[in-house]
C-alpha cells in the first residue's frame, strides 16, 4: 500500500490519494470532501468491470449454475454454490437427504474458516494494531500470523475434501455432492479442527483488547434466521425491524438500485434504506443459537448484543470462527455417508430463490427454468452489493466524528470503517483510492 | 473465460493432478488467465500438462503459497513479469537464494497480496523454501478480457520448454 498526500494551502485544499490498498478485495475508490470543517461528500465508486453472470447464464442448463456462479468468488465460492443449489432445488421440489444437509453445513463451516481467518487477521488486524499489511505486522506478531495462516488452510482442508479441492470446488450439485467423504476422511481433520477451536478462542480474547472506536450506529441488520440452528444455509430473512419472510418475497422486501458511481447496484429495503448484513447481523439476530461457551466467551469480554459497533466485527469473527469450529467437529462426530450422494434431479419449469450466509452475508439467488430444466432468469444479490449504501452511510455518521484528527489519521480511519465490512467488491482485483479533499 | 473452459481439466486446475514427488521441485503457476500478460502462468500450466508434467494453478490466492513455499524444498513459479528494462517477450530466469530472489520480486499483483509478498512473509516468518526458481516473460498488458500480447504468445512455447527443463533436471 502506498500513500501519498499533497497539501496546497493556497487553494485551501488537501488531497489524499491511497493507491493500491491491499485489504479491500475489488476495484474501487472513495472520494470525501469535507469544505469548512463539514462533510459534503462521500462516494464509494465502484468501477471494476460488470461480471455480467446473470446475463450467461441464461439459457445455461440449470445444474450448471453450481459451478458458474461459483466462479464469482475466489474466497466465497461455497456460498455461491449454495445458493444456486437451494434455489434449484426449491424450484424443482427436490429434497435433499439429511445427512447431505449437514455436509453442506461442514462445507460452509471450511468457507467460514479460511475467509474469517484471512480477514482478521491478514487483513483487519494490521489497521487496529497500527502495521501497514499483514507482512509487517508478521515481524511482531509472528505467533498470531502464523496461527492465522494455519486456520485458513485448515479451512482450506476442509473445502478440499468435500468439494475436490480447496478453489471453485467441483463436487456439489443440485440435490447434493457428486462424490461425499468417507468417515474415515472425515475424522482426520478432527485433531486440526479441535485445534482451531482452542485458536480461535485465543483469538477472540486478543482481538478483544483492540482499541475500537465509539461508533454504534441504528443498524438494521438482516440475516438468515433458523429456529435451532446459527443460521448457514437455511431459514427466514428476518431484521431487528419487523422483517420476517420466506426467500421467495425476498425481491418484495429488497431492492437494488442503480447509482451513476458504481457498477455495482446498491441494495435498499424499500422505503427504508440501507441494511447491513453478515457477522454483526447474524450475530445480533442468532446470538442464543452459538454454542453455550461462546455466549459465554462474549459476556466475559463484554460484547454480548445488542452489538452496534461496525469496528467489532473483527471479534465478531472470531466468535463465528469458534462457532464454525465447534459445528464441524459436532457434524462429524455425527456424520454417516447417506445412502447416495445426491438425489437426482427431475428438470422442470419453475422458479426457485435461495438466501445462504457466505461469509460476508447474505447471498441471494434466483432461477427461473424452462421445461426442460433451462434457465430463463437468474438473479443474483450479493452480500457486498447489499453493503455498499449502509458502508457510505456509515461512513457520512462516522467521519464527522474524527474531522479534527490529522489528515493521515482521517484516511486510515476511513479506509478500516470499509473494511469493517470485508468487501468483497471482485475477486479478480483488488484496488482501493481513497480521495480525501479539504477546503 | 479460460478458466471457465477448463474448470475441470484435470491437467491444469492444479488440484486434480497428484503433486510432485518431494524429489521432484514443485511447479507453481500464477495468474489470471483472462488478464492479458498474466495468462502467462495459466498457459504455461496447460502446455506443461500436455507434456505430462505437474503443475499448481495458484489463481488469486497468493496465501496458498505459504503452504508450498513450507512444503517443498524447491519450488518452480511461474509468473508475469514486470521491469520495464527489457521489451515484451523477454524470457527471465531468477534461481538463487529464497532471501535474494524475495528481494527482487515485484508487488503488482492485482490481487495486494501477490508473489512478491508471499515472499516478503515467507522470509520473516522464515519459511521460505531451500530453492526458489521463478520463470516469467517480460509483460507489455494486463487488459480485462484481452489475449496475451502477441511478443508474449511468441515467448510462450520457450517459456513452457524452459521450465520443463528445470524440472526435468531435478
Partial sequence: MSRTATVSPAQGVTTIKVDCLARVEGEGALHVKVKSGKLQHVQLQIYEPPRLFEAFLRGRMAPEAVDITARICGICPIAYQMSAAHAIERAWGLTIHPQVRALRRLFYC??????????????????????????????????EVEMALRLKKLGNELVRVLGGREIHPISACVGGFHKVPTKKEALSLVDELQWALQASEAAAKLVATFPFPEFNPAYEYVSLCH???????????????G?????????????????KHSNALHSVIRERGSYHVGPLARYNLNFEKLPDFVQLLARELNAEPPLY?????ILVRCFELMFACHEALRIIAEYEPPPEPHVEAAPRAGRGMAVTEAPRGSLYHRYETDAEGRIVSAKIVPPTSQNLKRIEDDLWQYLPQILDQPVEEITWRAEQAIRNYDPCISCATHFLRVYLDLE | MYLLRYALSPGISGFGVKAAKDSKPVILCLGNADRGDDAQGPCCADLLSRRGIPVRMIAGKAFELMDYFRAHPHVII?????????PPGHLFRFDGPPGEVAAFAPSCSTHGFGLG????????????????????????????????????????????AAVAAEWESN
Wanted: aromatic share 8%; proline share 6%; glycine share 6%.
Fill in chain 1, 110 to 143: 471450511g468457507e467460514w474458516i479460511e475467509s474469517h481467518a484471512l480477514h482478521v487477521f491478514c487483513l483487519h488486524a494490521p489497521d487496529f494494531l497500527g502495521y501497514q499489511d499483514v507482512i509487517e505486522m508478521a515481524a511482531a506478531h509472528k505467533t
Fill in chain 1, 243 to 259: 422483517i420476517d419472510i420466506d426467500a421467495a418475497d425476498y425481491e418484495d422486501t429488497f431492492l437494488e438500485q442503480h447509482v
Fill in chain 1, 309 to 313: 459497533n461496525p469496528f467489532k466485527s
Fill in chain 2, 117 to 160: 509478498e508471499a515472499l516478503r512473509l515467507g522470509a520473516v516468518l522464515k519459511a521460505l523454501p531451500q530453492r526458489l526458481t521463478i520463470f516469467g516473460i517480460e509483460s507489455a498488458s494486463f487488459e480485462w478480457g484481452a489475449a496475451p500480447s502477441p511478443p508474449v504468445t511468441a515467448s510462450m512455447e520457450s517459456l513452457a
Fill in chain 2, 78 to 86: 511461474v509468473d508475469a513479469i514486470v521491469t520495464g528494462a527489457h
Fill in chain 1, 227 to 241: 429456529p435451532d440452528e446459527y443460521p448457514l444455509n437455511d431459514g427466514r430473512i428476518v431484521s431487528n425491524k
